[in-house]
């Protein structure tokens, strides 16, 4: 049974003995269940029984079953908890109430902010102002409300977006009439402040009073504003699609080449574990290549999009996609057929009812694999004998909606022992209203009437790094040119200066000096290179949070001030902004845990337990080409051996056939010319 | 006939025509032909050309056609002659001797230095020293000399770099075994200087003179470096291939979704001319997306690849693979069902041989599409409905070897018109020898006795565009944080900054910044954004060049200096290191053509007819996964729309449905369990 244990996942009996658990602890609070998921195994109890596994020993001991469960007590929601579950004692070792924390965003509640903003009075009054067509369906989209300093962040407030479809059908594209509205609902649901937005670079705010006049100057719906198909991607909205696009099939006469078992993942020398969970989504676990271990977790850990439009109440508007959202509980259930092409397994996740509940996920996570061109080619230019390969991937791939963003992520698993993530980006822009006519420097106007401001897109990938061990440190290197000297008198050479890093801390991307971030063990020697083994990275360059540093973004996500972390790992530090993000103040992130730890023997990471941490993104200007529905933003992370393996890791990958691949020829027009081209006496013009 | 005008490419007849002209013009100097190709036509002439031709309009009065031969006159081969022969009025319109120039590589010649290197005396006494094992087969590869300062170089020189193989196989990788030995060769094709190649810091020069004792210390091949099937890449010589690479197809059931007449492609509307020369390879011509224009050319115009290793005579290993090898001439034969997966259009190239008779290369280019993923998806949160349309790309590729490498250079074209160019370094390391133990700063000890030495690539692509006609202006934006004002008092905001480029110049990327160059069209405003119409350039980050400005490889390869440079478009600037760059000495290329036009007005570039050109290309530091064969190195650079269109160009895409895509589910082997995972029960360790 090597390789079958579920260390990862929580399992429906165990969630059920969970809940009973926390509502026997709790018999009068009926409990609102946010989170039970696994407190994953610690380090130290996972080394041994993985050892044991993979040397195929039988073990009776197994790392404690732990529960890891959050839930808000009380009517007014103010109280909440976490517990540790042990199931296999069927006991609670620790409870904690977390004040001041906030959990992630409550789908039932975010609802109920959406009603109670529609049946306020005054909301309907300036609604009534707007002076919409009467065909006009209001929408109110709810937003976690990022922290600006305006309010007690002690009490959950939430942000109430308004837009407006005209056409009776729910698949329209409202992001198209952002209305000139905006709403702050309190913990108790009372729509506390009524924004009008900004179209100049003045602030409005008015607040709800008996005697406010709402509104000196009415500011009606243009009518200039009302738009067409273009602005619709459903497809019962859309003219007819082109049909150009000829099919393309995938054929896997033999299968797929890779098995699985549970969430164990096999596939050309890989090996892995597949994890889930409602916040991080898809996790990796035990990643190994022909059977020598190379990563103990990876995962991406935060995504934090800030929005650039400094006029109230705009900087409410950043989201942590994964601490406020979850990337898990907003997976996308993939379809046969749709988000892949080819052999397609799915894997399901599990998450809890507010009453505590198992409920699954279904096909939250797809494997297939692709074909990726030439693995490796050489033409013996003396022999003419050409040796080609052709490059298959593995892609593990998961999809998050998160309101009118898409976020495609995928691992794909080389041949060649690289790892590259690709993450794209897709779904509709947030927008906000603007008047015609008018210009602003905070984003694109898209459609008439529609701004698409700017705003970033910074993600954290956590990379746990086990390369032969789990000691591992991370090398910097830079190519520099040599000086001119009697060593270099021709001027042309250059060399590679390399440093370890020493303690915990953040780091920049340097492409100008070919700086490259390795993580290698150092105990480890490739005995032909004669250097330690690794992995390097490759980045995906980008620009890092532009937010002040000492402003609430910044303070919130200080994982966006460097490119490149690394700290000790420690059992509970997963997350670089926190573990819980909604309406945070700051001061609970990567760069405030380093600076704790600062100079403790702790705080060393050179041949040690380490973590690497990849912040990587996009500043998005927006483009009109990515209205009404972006065409995917492409960025990928890679990781490559680096001296790690004897060679070539894809070198016994069997040659390209036409036997095999089964290609067609397609012979153009002029296939039976003899000219290189068309005859130009034929052309008409001669 | 609209678009059916091969106006990029010399037809065969056209070729013989050239070649009995200029024969006729040296009657009694037997030229030995090096280029006849397509003086392609003047702009001023093309540009009414095609306008007509978009109009579908018929014109009698088509560009001149006019062809560029280059020869070589004499025994010596040194008087080597440009000619413009117009072949409508057959007769030779301009003839100019090459002073102090040489053609690019003659294939011919360096199989014979190759054996004036091994049929030299002195040579064959440093192999009998070298002690071989008997059943060694020396041999010796030749490469054009990189310009050092050492030698007049208006003589052509050539190195012979020795290697050996063990095995009695063709196609054993000699790369494996380089041999303590170097050769000069000179033009008349004598040997005039052996080096013993260093090992350590010293360099070691041996000239052979009658009375010279060979070696003081004979330098045995040490036995110790005899290599098995690790350092063979070819089937024959390697064990049975990894079996688990279950077979993988590409079926469209209705053929594919591009049709060709001629070198003329159009899919999914796209529409383009392909064009292929000796020197470039595959070149892009009047490239349009819905019938607007978007690049009146693309093309890689160089690649450079200096090695860093400054002992005497390595800083002669720096290889201009474009202007002294050619990427047409060296470009693979494709072979259906290896180099692409699907339904293949293949397109052949012409070249010359020395006697001046046209030669067929076959299937340089392939044409296919692929499916990329995720075009776009959105699934509205509120109605759970999915809408996801698949990505198809069409790729159009060719693959060139020079000696040890092969790149992979192919144009990905976008449903969203997007154009990547996406390169692959693969093939083999250019090894040096090491003696056993000897450690090296200049490489990477890939196998005992064998270092591979660290080098760039550096590529220049060449994108002259023609964004809704021919007058464009490049465009640097920024996206910069606002300082914390009054505006800014969250300090979150943040703005781009704009500015258009005024004169021709070099330009570096900084991500940091978000620096983004775009090429605009300013008489063209978005009627929605209000902006210019423009595409926007992706860039690969990568290191410039290394060696030092005043150093030869400096003075030869100016590109290198800069990522991105723009310059005026004239009729016969395409190469950003001059037309000759075989033992060239610097000062004719980009950065000397800009100086040379400095603050006239002619070196003015906003609104103008402009060429931009990117730099880009990698420090490649050798690992040992690159050897005994590397697997694909990727490099992509794009150009995608930025306020050019509409809105999403890709929005009519047909919705991605399993009936057309014919997905097949996979079942795990625990797919009948109702767990969501396998349960721990069964795992037998409870």
């Given at each position: 049974?090597?390789?079958?244990?579920?260390?990862?996942?929580?399992?429906?009996?165990?969630?059920?003995?969970?809940?009973?658990?926390?509502?026997?602890?709790?018999?009068?609070?009926?409990?609102?269940?946010?989170?039970?998921?696994?407190?994953?195994?610690?380090?130290?109890?996972?080394?041994?029984?993985?050892?044991?596994?993979?040397?195929?020993?039988?073990?009776?001991?197994?790392?404690?079953?732990?529960?890891?469960?959050?839930?808000?007590?009380?009517?007014?929601?103010?109280?909440?908890?976490?517990?540790?579950?042990?199931?296999?004692?069927?006991?609670?070792?620790?409870?904690?109430?977390?004040?001041?924390?906030?959990?992630?965003?409550?789908?039932?509640?975010?609802?109920?902010?959406?009603?109670?903003?529609?049946?306020?009075?005054?909301?309907?009054?300036?609604?009534?102002?707007?002076?919409?067509?009467?065909?006009?369906?209001?929408?109110?989209?709810?937003?976690?409300?990022?922290?600006?300093?305006?309010?007690?962040?002690?009490?959950?407030?939430?942000?109430?977006?308004?837009?407006?479809?005209?056409?009776?059908?729910?698949?329209?594209?409202?992001?198209?009439?952002?209305?000139?509205?905006?709403?702050?609902?309190?913990?108790?649901?009372?729509?506390?402040?009524?924004?009008?937005?900004?179209?100049?670079?003045?602030?409005?705010?008015?607040?709800?009073?008996?005697?406010?006049?709402?509104?000196?100057?009415?500011?009606?719906?243009?009518?200039?504003?009302?738009?067409?198909?273009?602005?619709?991607?459903?497809?019962?909205?859309?003219?007819?699609?082109?049909?150009?696009t000829k099919p393309y099939q995938v054929i896997q006469p033999e299968g797929p080449s890779f098995t699985t078992h549970g969430n164990f993942v096999e596939w050309e020398k890989w090996t892995m574990?597949i994890?889930?969970?409602?916040?991080?989504?898809?996790?990796?676990?035990?990643?190994?290549y022909?059977?020598?271990?190379?990563?103990?977790?990876?995962?991406?850990?935060?995504?934090?999009?800030?929005?650039?439009?400094?006029?109230?109440?705009?900087?409410?508007?950043?989201?942590?996609?994964?601490?406020?959202?979850?990337?898990?509980?907003?997976?996308?259930?993939l379809r046969l057929g749709c988000d892949c092409l080819g052999h397609i397994k799915y894997f399901?996740?599990?998450?809890?009812?507010?009453?505590?509940?198992?409920?699954?996920?279904?096909n939250?996570v797809c494997c297939h694999e692709q074909d990726d061109g030439i693995l490796w080619?050489?033409?013996?230019?003396?022999?003419?004998?050409?040796?080609v390969t052709r490059s298959r991937i593995l892609v593990l791939q998961t999809i998050?909606?998160?309101?009118?963003?898409?976020?495609i992520?995928a691992f794909h698993f080389g041949q060649d022992?690289s790892i590259h993530?690709e993450?794209?980006?897709?779904?509709?822009?947030?927008?906000?209203?603007?008047?015609?006519?008018?210009?602003?420097?905070?984003?694109?106007?898209?459609?008439?009437?529609?701004?698409?401001?700017?705003?970033?897109?910074?993600?954290?990938?956590?990379?746990?790094?086990?390369?032969?061990?789990?000691?591992?440190?991370?090398?910097?290197?830079?190519?520099?040119?040599?000086?001119?000297?009697?060593?270099?008198?021709?001027?042309?050479?250059?060399?590679?200066?390399?440093?370890?890093?020493?303690?915990?801390?953040?780091?920049?991307?340097?492409?100008?000096?070919?700086?490259?971030?390795?993580?290698?063990?150092?105990?480890?020697?490739?005995?032909?290179?004669?250097?330690?083994?690794?992995?390097?990275?490759?980045?995906?360059?980008?620009?890092?949070?532009?937010?002040?540093?000492?402003?609430?973004?910044?303070?919130?996500?200080?994982?966006?001030?460097?490119?490149?972390?690394?700290?000790?790992?420690?059992?509970?530090?997963?997350?670089?902004?926190?573990?819980?993000?909604?309406?945070?103040?700051?001061?609970?992130?990567?760069?405030?845990?380093?600076?704790?730890?600062?100079?403790?023997?702790?705080?060393?990471?050179?041949?040690?337990?380490?973590?690497?941490?990849?912040?990587?993104?996009?500043?998005?200007?927006?483009?009109?080409?990515?209205?009404?529905?972006?065409?995917?933003?492409?960025?990928?992370?890679?990781?490559?051996?680096?001296?790690?393996?004897?060679?070539?890791?894809g070198?016994d990958v069997a040659v390209s056939t036409q036997e095999q691949n089964q290609s067609v020829l397609?012979?153009?027009?002029?296939?039976?010319?003899?000219?290189?081209?068309?005859?130009?006496?034929?052309?008409?013009?001669?």
């Amino acid at each position: 049974m090597k390789n079958r244990v579920c260390y990862l996942l929580i399992q429906t009996d165990e969630s059920i003995q969970a809940a009973a658990i926390v509502r026997d602890e709790f018999p009068a609070q009926n409990p609102n269940f946010r989170v039970i998921t696994l407190k994953e195994p610690a380090k130290a109890e996972m080394i041994p029984f993985l050892d044991l596994e993979h040397r195929g020993e039988k073990t009776n001991k197994r790392p404690a079953r732990i529960a890891r469960v959050q839930v808000v007590l009380g009517e007014t929601a103010n109280k909440f908890v976490e517990l540790w579950v042990d199931l296999d004692q069927t006991c609670i070792l620790q409870k904690q109430e977390l004040l001041g924390k906030h959990p992630y965003i409550d789908s039932d509640y975010m609802q109920a902010v959406e009603k109670a903003c529609m049946q306020d009075p005054n909301v309907q009054q300036h609604i009534a102002n707007l002076q919409l067509p009467a065909n006009a369906c209001v929408i109110v989209e709810a937003w976690a409300y990022a922290t600006d300093g305006l309010n007690d962040m002690s009490k959950r407030i939430t942000m109430g977006w308004f837009y407006m479809r005209l056409v009776d059908d729910a698949d329209a594209n409202y992001y198209a009439y952002p209305l000139d509205l905006c709403a702050e609902v309190s913990e108790e649901l009372k729509v506390t402040k009524i924004y009008r937005l900004p179209s100049g670079p003045d602030d409005r705010i008015y607040e709800p009073r008996p005697d406010d006049p709402i509104h000196e100057e009415p500011k009606p719906f243009d009518r200039r504003k009302i738009h067409g198909a273009e602005t619709e991607y459903s497809p019962g909205l859309r003219p007819s699609p082109r049909t150009s696009t000829k099919p393309y099939q995938v054929i896997q006469p033999e299968g797929p080449s890779f098995t699985t078992h549970g969430n164990f993942v096999e596939w050309e020398k890989w090996t892995m574990h597949i994890g889930f969970n409602y916040r991080e989504g898809l996790t990796l676990h035990d990643v190994r290549y022909d059977n020598r271990s190379l990563f103990y977790r990876i995962s991406l850990a935060e995504m934090f999009v800030p929005y650039c439009d400094p006029r109230t109440p705009y900087p409410r508007k950043a989201a942590f996609d994964l601490g406020n959202d979850g990337a898990g509980i907003n997976a996308n259930n993939l379809r046969l057929g749709c988000d892949c092409l080819g052999h397609i397994k799915y894997f399901d996740g599990w998450h809890t009812t507010i009453t505590g509940d198992p409920v699954k996920l279904p096909n939250v996570v797809c494997c297939h694999e692709q074909d990726d061109g030439i693995l490796w080619k050489h033409t013996n230019f003396r022999t003419q004998n050409a040796v080609v390969t052709r490059s298959r991937i593995l892609v593990l791939q998961t999809i998050i909606t998160v309101s009118n963003y898409e976020y495609i992520f995928a691992f794909h698993f080389g041949q060649d022992a690289s790892i590259h993530y690709e993450v794209r980006a897709t779904g509709i822009l947030s927008t906000t209203p603007i008047d015609i006519g008018d210009k602003c420097p905070y984003g694109t106007i898209v459609a008439p009437g529609v701004l698409a401001s700017y705003h970033q897109h910074l993600f954290s990938l956590r990379i746990d790094p086990s390369l032969d061990g789990h000691n591992n440190s991370l090398q910097v290197e830079e190519t520099r040119p040599m000086p001119v000297n009697s060593y270099n008198t021709s001027g042309v050479g250059f060399m590679t200066h390399s440093s370890i890093i020493d303690h915990e801390r953040g780091l920049d991307l340097n492409f100008k000096k070919n700086r490259t971030f390795k993580i290698i063990n150092e105990n480890v020697i490739n005995p032909v290179t004669g250097t330690p083994v690794g992995f390097k990275l490759l980045p995906a360059y980008s620009q890092m949070l532009l937010a002040h540093p000492e402003s609430y973004h910044g303070k919130r996500s200080e994982f966006g001030a460097h490119a490149v972390w690394v700290t000790r790992y420690n059992d509970e530090e997963y997350f670089p902004s926190g573990r819980h993000t909604m309406q945070s103040s700051g001061g609970e992130g990567i760069a405030t845990a380093i600076q704790n730890r600062s100079w403790t023997e702790e705080s060393s990471v050179r041949n040690k337990d380490i973590v690497v941490w990849h912040t990587f993104g996009s500043t998005h200007n927006p483009r009109i080409e990515d209205w009404p529905v972006m065409p995917s933003e492409k960025m990928v992370v890679g990781l490559k051996p680096a001296n790690f393996f004897m060679g070539n890791p894809g070198l016994d990958v069997a040659v390209s056939t036409q036997e095999q691949n089964q290609s067609v020829l397609v012979e153009g027009d002029d296939s039976k010319s003899k000219s290189s081209c068309c005859k130009l006496e034929s052309l008409g013009f001669l």
